[in-house]
């Protein structure tokens, strides 16, 4: 039985509903103005404009920004956001959808120890920028191994003066043709109501989006091989899949992936044909099911056309529901209405692992009443307002580790002689000889004197230069503290050098917790920057610059093991494979530079997982053949073990195989050259024009293999 609701909108064809709700309207300038973070296509704006807000994005990938400025009112600014960033002014909301893959069930759930984590970067523009509302998606695995870092986030939100709202929501309950559900966060401060389920109890069908689609064969379609209908039936085995992952048109899809729709994996969208031939998606197909209008036009290859569809989220016509529900809750602030949720239920700060029991809990049947999150320790409220402070000046507290935070959060509260029952308008500043400083054996002595159920038992006075060196390093050159207040002049190692609070910030602590806090924030940061970005920039300048054989020009991180992948562009290539196209290359610090999908499926290339693959991936077509290299620092030369795994990697490859091992010199050679598989090769970076071949029977080439 379909509800008053309901009626009207389930009873039109897919089609005619994508076309009815998702509009190019015009637009005018007293439209609300929504920043858009992590951009991509515009799936999340695409939802915001159809619902009469103004927009204006910040993408990394040029073509995705190409297809959001073609389709969308508003303009796209192709740039990679890092930490406090420049954006337009006055937004009423902002928007965002960070990379998923650092909090997913599929990957690694390395949360903020991933470097595509970009919530610190949406956390600085909600506490600079300060709108009215701000919503963010990502995946469920976020209530996952990474709990507590969500916990984090909201907390942050809530000190910043927001209500903070979350719930998992599918959206083939909002009219979008496929089962995805995902976790939505919004921050407010009026009232919040979830958007109707306008389709939970009669969704939209994969075939009634597909339409005519499903049933004809494109011109360009790609049919899965023998090969590929033999592994993908292996892997259903052993995932234990009951029913064949072909799309179903009686029923909603399975979730739209990057993954799923451009590589050719074992969960891969395809679709059955009448004569039993499966094919895979094409663009458009996978835009409908993401319920993007055929209106709506892609730009870019047909992987970035892929990725750029897959990476919505969430999909436009949920977005727009999520959009309406946004404007009523501006509404109901210029009406002064206010949401009443009980402060029990406002999850606490988890930034540290030190922490002591929360004294308004006390008995176990209190306990039992309140939801997990009250129920769960905080850490001393004076110490996570000091951590406030020093994110608010730009110093990187959310790469620090949870005894370096706590130690930067006390060595601030001992420099300001502030105790836990302190206000902040008694911090102390530097004013003379007579003002409050403290040596860093002082500093510790602070700490056991005033904070040491915090600490859990006494630090040794003995570990004062641990201070200087560790906790004092990022206070000084942040312009919070003077090195040494009463005497400049005095030697790195002088036991007397005393420390305290600059009187430029004295004002960043005398206010906070009051309205003129964050104009005295930005005018210190105009002063004396922004301490994570000259780290940041430190680090830029750090970089191994590498241009690719077809003049792209890439950037490795530090490390003896980039450097051995750099002379391997560099040396080993114009010299043994001139003219070859490097189809991936890895990074040690957990990233991947180069990685051409189309191409090494094409080679017959199946998991392209990174762990998979060795270092370096390179083709040279004139020959036919594939170099697969690593770079050997301290592990992974091609060992017996790893030529067997290459191999069955690329049993279906095309192109015949050469292994290379990659090394420094003779020394580091020396260490493993036991290990070292027969028929590969070995190369030195020091002595570039030579290979070892362990098999004397040719020269270089590829050895006896099925395919070659």
């Not at 094409?282 to 835009?287: F, H, K, N, S, W």
């Not at 016509?317 to 009523?328: M, Y």
């Given at each position: 039985?379909?509800?008053?609701?309901?009626?009207?909108?389930?009873?039109?064809s897919?089609?005619?509903?994508?076309?009815?709700?998702l509009t190019?309207?015009?637009l005018?300038?007293?439209?609300?103005l929504?920043?858009?973070?992590?951009?991509?296509c515009?799936?999340?704006?695409?939802?915001?404009?159809?619902a009469?807000?103004?927009?204006?994005?910040?993408?990394?990938?040029?073509?995705?920004?190409?297809?959001?400025?073609?389709?969308?009112?508003?303009?796209?600014?192709?740039?990679?956001l890092?930490?406090?960033?420049t954006?337009i002014?006055?937004?009423?909301?902002?928007?965002?959808?960070?990379?998923?893959?650092?909090?997913?069930?599929?990957?690694?759930q390395?949360?903020?120890?991933?470097?595509?984590?970009g919530?610190?970067?949406f956390?600085?523009?909600?506490?600079?920028?300060?709108?009215?509302?701000?919503?963010?998606?990502?995946?469920?695995?976020?209530?996952y191994?990474?709990?507590?870092?969500?916990?984090?986030?909201?907390?942050?939100?809530s000190?910043?003066g927001?209500?903070?709202?979350?719930k998992i929501?599918?959206?083939?309950?909002?009219?979008?043709?496929?089962?995805?559900?995902?976790?939505?966060?919004?921050?407010?401060?009026s009232?919040?109501?979830?958007?109707?389920?306008?389709?939970?109890?009669?969704p939209?069908?994969?075939?009634?989006?597909?339409?005519?689609?499903?049933?004809?064969?494109?011109?360009?379609?790609?049919f899965?091989t023998?090969?590929q209908?033999?592994?993908?039936?292996?892997?259903?085995a052993a995932?234990?899949?009951?029913?064949?992952?072909?799309?179903?048109?009686?029923?909603?899809s399975?979730?739209?992936?990057?993954?799923?729709?451009?590589?050719?994996?074992?969960?891969?969208?395809?679709?059955?044909?009448?004569?039993g031939?499966?094919?895979?998606?094409?663009?458009?197909?996978?835009?409908?099911?993401?319920?993007f209008?055929?209106?709506?036009?892609?730009f870019?290859?047909e992987?970035?056309q892929?990725?750029?569809i897959?990476?919505?989220?969430?999909?436009p016509?949920?977005?727009?529901?999520?959009?309406?529900?946004?404007?009523?809750c501006?509404?109901a602030?210029?009406?002064?209405?206010?949401?009443?949720?009980?402060?029990?239920?406002?999850?606490?700060?988890?930034?540290?692992?030190f922490?002591?029991?929360?004294?308004q809990?006390?008995?176990?049947?209190?306990?039992?009443?309140?939801p997990?999150?009250?129920?769960k320790?905080y850490?001393?409220?004076?110490?996570?307002?000091?951590?406030?402070i020093?994110?608010?000046?730009?110093i990187p507290?959310d790469?620090?580790?949870p005894?370096?935070?706590?130690?930067?959060?006390?060595?601030?509260?001992?420099?300001?002689?502030?105790?836990?029952?302190?206000?902040?308008?008694?911090?102390?500043?530097?004013?003379?000889t007579?003002?409050?400083?403290?040596?860093?054996?002082?500093?510790?002595?602070?700490w056991?004197?005033?904070?040491?159920?915090?600490?859990?038992?006494?630090?040794?006075?003995?570990?004062?230069?641990?201070?200087?060196?560790?906790?004092?390093?990022?206070?000084?050159?942040?312009?919070?503290?003077?090195?040494?207040?009463?005497?400049?002049?005095a030697?790195?190692?002088?036991p007397?050098?005393?420390?305290?609070v600059?009187?430029?910030?004295?004002?960043?602590?005398?206010t906070?917790?009051t309205?003129?806090?964050?104009?005295n924030?930005n005018?210190?940061?105009e002063?004396?920057?922004?301490?994570?970005?000259?780290?940041?920039?430190?680090?830029?300048?750090?970089?191994?610059?590498?241009?690719?054989?077809?003049?792209t020009?890439?950037e490795?991180?530090?490390g003896e093991?980039?450097?051995?992948q750099?002379a391997?562009?560099?040396?080993?290539?114009?010299?043994?494979?001139?003219?070859?196209?490097?189809?991936?290359?890895?990074?040690?610090?957990?990233?991947?530079?180069?990685r051409k999908?189309?191409?090494?499926?094409?080679?017959g290339?199946?998991?392209?997982?990174?762990?998979?693959?060795?270092?370096?991936?390179?083709?040279?077509p004139?020959r036919?053949?594939?170099?697969?290299?690593?770079?050997?620092?301290s592990?992974?030369?091609?060992?017996?073990?790893?030529?067997?795994?290459?191999?069955?990697?690329?049993?279906?490859?095309?192109a015949?195989?050469?292994y290379?091992?990659?090394?420094?010199?003779?020394?580091?050679?020396?260490e493993?050259?036991?290990e070292i598989s027969?028929?590969?090769?070995?190369?030195?970076?020091?002595?570039?024009?030579h290979?070892?071949?362990?098999?004397?029977?040719?020269?270089?080439?590829?050895?006896?293999?099925?395919?070659?």
């Open positions: 039985m379909k509800t008053e609701q309901e009626k009207g909108i389930t009873d039109i897919y089609q005619e509903f994508i076309n009815r709700e190019k309207d015009i005018n300038d007293e439209n609300p929504v920043i858009d973070l992590f951009a991509g515009g799936g999340l704006a695409l939802g915001f404009e159809a009469g807000f103004k927009t204006t994005g910040y993408e990394m990938s040029e073509e995705a920004c190409a297809t959001y400025q073609y389709n969308l009112h508003g303009r796209c600014e192709n740039i990679t890092t930490r406090y960033p954006l002014d006055n937004p009423k909301v902002i928007i965002a959808g960070p990379p998923c893959q650092p909090f997913s069930k599929g990957g690694y390395l949360g903020l120890l991933d470097s595509r984590d919530f610190p970067i956390l600085d523009a909600v506490e600079r920028y300060h709108p009215k509302i701000a919503l963010f998606e990502n995946v469920q695995g976020m209530l191994r990474n709990k507590r870092y969500f916990e984090e986030i909201v907390a942050t939100l000190t910043n927001y209500f903070v709202e979350w929501l599918n959206a083939s309950d909002y009219g979008v043709p496929q089962r995805r559900q995902r976790l939505f966060c919004v921050a407010h401060q009232v919040w109501k979830w958007p109707a389920q306008t389709h939970l109890h009669h939209y069908t994969a075939g009634e989006a597909l339409g005519e689609l499903a049933l004809i064969v494109p011109a360009k379609a790609k899965l023998l090969s209908d033999q592994y993908i039936q292996r892997y259903e995932s234990k899949c009951i029913n064949p992952r072909d799309i179903h048109l009686n029923a909603p399975r979730t739209v992936t990057c993954r799923n729709l451009a590589a050719a994996t074992g969960d891969m969208l395809r679709i059955r044909l009448a004569d031939r499966r094919r895979r998606l094409t663009v458009r197909e996978g835009a409908r099911l993401q319920s209008p055929d209106w709506f036009e892609f870019g290859t992987d970035s892929y990725q750029q897959g990476n919505a989220v969430p999909p016509i949920l977005a727009k529901a999520l959009a309406l529900s946004v404007k009523a501006l509404k602030e210029e009406q002064g209405l206010r949401t009443e949720i009980s402060p029990s239920y406002q999850p606490q700060q988890l930034t540290l692992n922490i002591r029991e929360n004294p809990i006390s008995s176990r049947k209190t306990q039992k009443t309140r997990r999150i009250a129920q320790k850490m001393e409220p004076k110490i996570e307002e000091a951590l406030q020093l994110k608010a000046v730009g507290v790469s620090q580790t005894k370096r935070k706590l130690r930067l959060a006390l060595t601030l509260l001992a420099v300001a002689n502030l105790k836990p029952e302190s206000s902040w308008t008694e911090a102390c500043y530097w004013q003379g007579k003002s409050w400083a403290l040596t860093t054996r002082e500093i510790i002595i602070f056991n004197n005033n904070y040491l159920e915090v600490l859990g038992k006494p630090l040794s006075s003995g570990s004062y230069d641990d201070v200087r060196r560790k906790d004092l390093a990022l206070l000084i050159p942040s312009g919070l503290v003077l090195r040494s207040a009463a005497n400049p002049n030697s790195t190692n002088d007397t050098r005393r420390y305290a600059s009187e430029d910030a004295k004002d960043i602590l005398l906070f917790g309205p003129q806090w964050q104009e924030i005018a210190f940061r002063k004396y920057g922004v301490l994570a970005e000259r780290l940041f920039r430190t680090r830029q300048q750090n970089q191994v610059p590498v241009t690719l054989p077809d003049g020009y890439i490795l991180s530090q093991h980039n450097l051995i750099k391997i562009i560099d040396e080993f290539l114009p010299r043994f494979a001139p003219g070859a196209e490097v189809l991936y290359i890895g990074d040690s610090a957990k990233k991947v530079l180069v999908d189309e191409r090494l499926l094409q080679l290339f199946f998991e392209l997982e990174r762990d998979l693959l060795p270092d370096v991936v390179a083709y040279d004139v036919n053949w594939l170099f697969l290299i690593e770079a050997v620092h592990s992974n030369p091609i060992s017996q073990i790893r030529h067997l795994n290459l191999e069955e990697l690329t049993q279906n490859c095309t015949p195989r050469i290379v091992s990659a090394f420094k010199n003779r020394a580091s050679f020396r493993w050259v036991l027969w028929e590969t090769e070995v190369w030195l970076v020091e002595s570039p024009d290979l070892i071949h362990f098999n004397g029977e040719k020269f270089l080439g590829p050895y006896n293999q099925p395919n070659s």
